[in-house]
DNA sequence: CCCGTCACGTAGACACCGTCTACCAAGGCA
DNA sequence: TGCCTTGGTAGACGGTGTCTACGTGACGGG
């Protein structure tokens, strides 16, 4: 945003984010990107050195992108941070699911490992949110581990689940009784 | 197991656990294992029709040792359910943090979703004691629910943990205490 | 006006990848 | 002996990411 919207680097971005919503992760070759923005396939090195950065630069849009969701569901409050957290944890999956090329992407290996991410920036404000509803729904409890916990929880339910292990395992068809079971593990039963 | 454990298909899955653990799980290309097997890049093909079903045959030799792990460290029972899953935990994370390389190629997208893997038998029996456990820790409780989300945890634990994301988010140095957080979580605080 | 500089993209080479196909050498069998 | 199957070789093909040399047009100073 803060670099001209116009011109080749935000372009690439606009096209990869464009392609792994509709295509899959699978097709984000460097030279398919550029092929799609009408580039040769040299032209993405003036901007990015490598291909697993223009990746990164993708995949931090998803970061960004999830944030927004979550944030524009939880709106400005009113609810109570267990019905909070109910919503951030749909959201969540919503994401991982609708969104699957591109969750996949934001969480592959190599790029994690690179370091190129930037997983600080790009993940731990939305983290820092959870953290602070997990407070205020167990404000006994140690915030950020149990944040880190149902963090790992919801992860690991949107990728068992997205390859069907957990179907597979558990003849279930419907994710929410998951994310309910996980959710009223790390902060207690919902009581109503 | 069944087929000769001679010849070239035994070397080749044998070299490429070798390769994997040893190396990490971007150098198990086709050519690779081939010329580590002292054979031509074309000769895997007639054993494995496509690189990915060579990598999943690898990747079954993985959750076999898994398993292999599990049940050895289980022993022959004696503790107390909620000690046994405290055990089990204790191994797939382990397991998912010493054999990084095989943990990883196990749960690769393309490899799951190409249904070569054969996820149901390679990994429903572990599951099979996991609910087993859990219906005994939790008697009042959906067991297979539980066993999932337990198991999605400790899998979210494993990926998140292994590349500092939950490290980063939390500032913690141990994953024995989201560990302890997760069996928590599901199966009631430990009564001591 | 003209020339140097520089940003930006092109084009081709390189090594490597997975797949496919034609070939070949050795062994068993009629 | 002749033939067919088995198991591996060797090379081609199109694709990939990276690197490097080369245009090419715009801009500013003499």
Redesign the pocket.
């Known amino acids: 945003m803060s670099e001209a919207d116009t011109?080749?680097r935000a372009r690439l971005i606009e096209v990869g984010v464009d392609l792994v919503t509709t295509e899959g992760a699978q097709v984000l070759?460097?030279?398919?990107i550029a092929r799609r923005a009408g580039?040769?396939?040299?032209?993405p090195?003036?901007y990015f050195?490598?291909?697993?950065e223009l990746l990164s630069a993708i995949a931090r849009r998803g970061f960004a992108d999830l944030g927004a969701r979550a944030t524009e569901a939880l709106g400005d409050g009113g609810a109570s941070p267990r019905d909070r957290l109910t919503t951030l944890g749909r959201v969540y999956l919503d994401f991982a699911f609708t969104q699957a090329g591109m969750y996949e992407l934001m969480f592959r290996h190599d790029l994690l490992e690179s370091g190129k991410l930037g997983l600080r920036e790009t993940s731990l404000p939305l983290f820092g949110v959870l953290v602070d509803l997990v407070g205020r729904a167990r404000p006994e409890a140690d915030a950020a581990l149990v944040a880190g916990a149902l963090w790992a929880n919801l992860h690991g339910i949107a990728q068992l689940w997205g390859w069907g292990s957990l179907q597979l395992a558990t003849g279930a068809t419907d994710f929410v009784p998951l994310l309910d079971a996980a959710l009223d593990a790390h902060l207690g039963p919902e009581e109503r």
């Open positions: 011109g080749l070759t460097l030279r398919e580039v040769s396939h040299g032209a090195r003036r050195p490598t291909h697993q």
